[in-house]
């Protein structure tokens, strides 16, 4: 988790203790992200100041978990750069989602995830579509390239 710790640092996110079943937490004065572990999947938490712990992702895998939360700190990385934000067009092949009556479900050959519904929601689960599989590393650099190669077309 040491990489992802350091990539959290450029957001000004530190590592936090964390509540019952938490896998790791960052946090800032103003938001909170946590990767937990309930009942056989992880989910990626958010929490702003004065507000409610919100599940923003649920996974299978821990390293997808892992994954999705690079992409939350990239945005806000790329915010504090001043840099345009990233958003993927199209899912690739082999993904799918499905609205479900009380959730987003994107699926894909190796697994599947699952976000609340809304569009910010669909917006992550694409964005997440992108990188399933790629290394942290090569997420990060694609956070920090302008225009988001190789993984993204900047908005």
Known sequence: MEDLIAWAGRAELRPVA????DILRLASMER???IAYHH???PVELCRRG?????????????DARRFLVIEVGALVR???QMPQLSARE????FVIEELPTALWLSWFTGSAEFPIGERSRRRAMNFSRVERASLD???TSFLEPAGRPFYDAA
């Not at 964390?18 to 079943?21: I, S």
């Not at 507000?51 to 390293?63: K, S, T, W, Y």
């Not at 899912?91 to 082999?94: E, Q, S």
């Open 138 to 140: 090569a997420i990060e």
């Open 32 to 34: 909170a992200y946590s």
């Open 51 to 63: 507000r409610d712990r919100v599940v923003i992702g649920a996974f299978e895998d821990l390293d």
């Open 18 to 21: 964390g509540l019952g079943g």
């Open 40 to 42: 056989g999947i992880y």
């Open 91 to 94: 899912l690739p092949p082999g």
């Open 79 to 81: 915010e504090k750069q």
